[in-house]
């Protein structure tokens, strides 16, 4: 069993449409719950990070963490075409002091018009 | 906010020949930097972990005299695929973060490595 479960996709909506990305995980020492977008041919962009349970929102996005499900959730309200990226969740636990992240395989999402 | 510059962002390269990719933290100080591999419709893969001032720490599986890593100061870090072959072509991405707990990680823009 991998750490960090995600599925690849691909998840195709319709312009408006509430998006719902998640990531499982295994290892109860993780600390920090990391949210990226990737558009193709480029490095991944942090979009939210948070370290507690409960939701943290910006914009458009939710971040929801729950610990005790190990269950993190990434919401995407009004989702737009230049939304169409790959979204990778991330997690951190401190190991020997050096903070390494281990990521998810990352789910393609498509906002069709 | 952190910005990670990398570069080149593509580069063809004949096999057997070395390609060398640098990573610079732009306003902040990297004490660690990392460096990924990521092949199409995959997640990134850690290569291994720079470390500066000192030898970089290699993921099981990654051949360190192949990918040569030198962390030589807290702003650069550079990989060097040395004698490369086709199998080496891939998307390598840096990233490092501030060091500040739960900050999160700062990306390159990745170098796309195709060996002819």
């Known amino acids: 069993q991998k750490e960090v479960e995600q599925d690849p996709g691909p998840l195709s909506v319709p312009e408006g449409a509430i998006v719902s990305l998640n990531c499982t995980y295994s290892?109860?020492?993780?600390?920090?719950f990391m949210w990226y977008r990737q558009y193709s041919r480029k490095g991944p962009e942090l979009l939210m990070y948070t370290y507690s349970s409960g939701n943290k929102e910006d914009g458009r996005f939710t971040a929801q963490v729950d610990k005790s499900s190990k269950y993190i959730s990434l919401f995407i309200r009004d989702s737009q075409p230049s939304d169409s990226a790959t979204y990778l969740c991330?997690?951190?636990?401190?190991?020997?002091?050096?903070?390494?992240?281990?990521f998810g395989r990352g789910t393609s999402l498509i906002v069709h018009p | 906010g952190a910005v990670v510059s990398q570069h080149p962002s593509r580069v063809i390269c004949k096999s057997g020949t070395s390609v060398k990719i640098e990573c610079r933290s732009l306003?902040?100080?990297?004490?660690?930097m990392f460096w990924y591999r990521q092949f199409p419709k995959q997640s990134l893969m850690l290569m291994a972990t720079?470390?500066?001032?000192?030898?970089?720490?290699?993921e099981q599986g990654v051949e360190k005299d192949k990918f040569l890593i030198n962390h030589a100061s807290l702003t650069l870090s550079t990989l060097t695929v040395t004698s490369a072959h086709p199998e080496d072509s891939s998307f390598y991405i840096c990233?490092?973060?501030?060091?500040?707990?739960?900050?999160?990680?700062?990306f390159g823009s990745g170098t796309r490595l195709t060996v002819v």
């Open positions: 306003d902040f100080q990297a004490t660690t």
């Open positions: 290892n109860s020492a993780f600390q920090y």
């Open positions: 991330a997690m951190i636990h401190a190991s020997g002091g050096s903070y390494i992240p281990t």
């Open positions: 720079s470390n500066e001032g000192s030898k970089a720490t290699y």
């Open positions: 990233s490092a973060s501030p060091g500040k707990k739960g900050y999160g990680y700062t």
